[in-house]
Structures are given as C-alpha cells and as structure tokens.
C-alpha cells in the first residue's frame, strides 16, 4: 500500500506549548501536503511542500521534508485551543508512467487536543 | 471565488437501497473531481476521480459507481447499500492537477 503512516495517533499539549506531528511514506511522491479536520467536518488544506523542498513555512505552520528518508513533520508553534483539531498528511506519488492526476494517498491522522 | 457544494449533510438508508450523493463546484472550469470515504477515526481513501466529463477512474472495487454529467458536477451512486457503505463521504476538487484540494463538507451515511 502507497499509504502514510502517522505518529503520533494522539497528542495532548497545553496552550502556547508547539505540536510536532511526524508522517512516513512509501514511494516517490510528486508532493506531500498536510490537512486539517475538525470533528465531523470537511478537510481544510493547510500547506503543500515539493519533492524539491526541504522546509516551508505558513504563519504558524513549519513543515519539513525529508525524501531521503520518506518522512516529513508539522510544526505547530504557540499552539491555541482552537488548533484542537485531526491534522492528516496526504502524498501525491507518481505512477510508473510519472503521471499522478493529483491522487493523494492520505496518512491516518493525528488527533491534537489543546487544553487552554 | 470557487465553492464546493456538497449534500445532503447527514443521510439515513436501509440496506438495499439506492443511494445518489451529488457534488458541485462554482467558480472554476474543468477541475479535476474527487470522491472519497471515510470510516470512523480514519485516514481518507479514495473512491473515484474524474478529470472531465464522462471520464471515471475507480480506485477500489466496491458497490458504488460516480458519474460526471456536467463539467462541474460529480454523482456517487448505488443501486443497493450495503451495511459496510456506511462512512463519511467526501468530495474535492482540484484545479488542473496543482495545489491542494478543496474539500466539501461532506455527507455522514448511515445504512441501517
């Protein structure tokens, strides 16, 4: 299977403390994007990195990319209450033809809760 | 600005029933189109995409079927629900293969 894993499954911090969530893949991707989810909603994507990025940044948001080692995390600093959230990756790889039609293959999730 | 639009929200269907969920988006042309499911605490997996009228790639055998009748709207169907189709579905479009998806709001099935 193409698909991502993710760790931590839960992870439970304080107010302006950061959150680091951690995704692993399988194959060659074209890009690798992280999404959020609040409880019973739709999905809301938050930042996509390249194959040829290393590092990106989205006001809060810092995630890096590592294709050596097939992982990538999300930085999630001075974190607030309303970040209680599930973030999940989700990576576009390419066919044996280099085509992908913007498939993604999504991680199954980490599940932020945020004490105030 | 491009909206998705996804309904209904919340469905209840006995096993054996037909099922038809419909997607439609606004403001952007020829978008590449996106169903996916769900289950409870879940990653998402993909069901069918569609990158334009008439043209359908299933990613997985199952009990459902997706049409695209209109450039900009996408149709999940069954003609007989099963008690494993429930889930949460969820359809997302992309423009032109690039950037993130946009995702609806979904619709929570329940076959009963």
């Known amino acids: 299977s193409q698909q991502g894993e993710e760790d931590p499954q839960a992870l439970s911090i304080q107010e302006g403390e950061n959150a680091t969530m951690n995704c692993s893949y399988k194959t060659s991707i074209n890009n690798l994007q992280w999404y959020r989810q609040n409880s019973g909603r739709g999905l809301v994507h938050l930042i996509l990195?390249?194959?040829?990025?290393r590092e990106k940044h989205s006001g809060r948001l810092r995630v890096t990319l590592d294709t050596s080692k097939k992982s990538s995390s999300l930085l999630i600093t001075a974190s607030r209450a309303a970040d209680t959230a599930s973030y999940f990756c989700a990576t576009e790889y390419l066919n044996a033809g280099g085509t992908s039609y913007g498939k993604l293959t999504f991680g199954q999730g980490t599940i932020l809760t945020v004490h105030p | 600005s491009q909206t998705i639009h996804q309904w209904p929200a919340t469905l209840v269907q006995p096993v054996g029933s037909p099922l038809s969920l419909e997607c439609t988006v606004e403001?952007?042309?020829?978008?590449?189109l996106y169903w996916y499911r769900q289950a409870a605490g879940r990653g998402l997996q993909l069901l069918f995409y569609?990158?334009?009228?008439?043209?359908i790639s299933s990613e997985v055998p199952q009990n459902l079927s997706a049409s695209r009748p209109q450039d900009r709207q996408f149709i999940l169907s069954s003609k007989k629900l099963l008690l494993s189709d429930s889930g949460f579905y969820l359809c997302?479009?992309?423009?032109?293969?690039?950037?993130?998806?946009?995702f609806g709001s979904g619709t929570r099935l329940t076959v009963v």
């Open positions: 569609s990158v334009g009228i008439g043209q």
């Open positions: 403001g952007t042309s020829n978008p590449n």
């Open positions: 990195i390249r194959s040829n990025e």
């Open positions: 997302a479009w992309r423009n032109g293969g690039r950037g993130g998806y946009t």
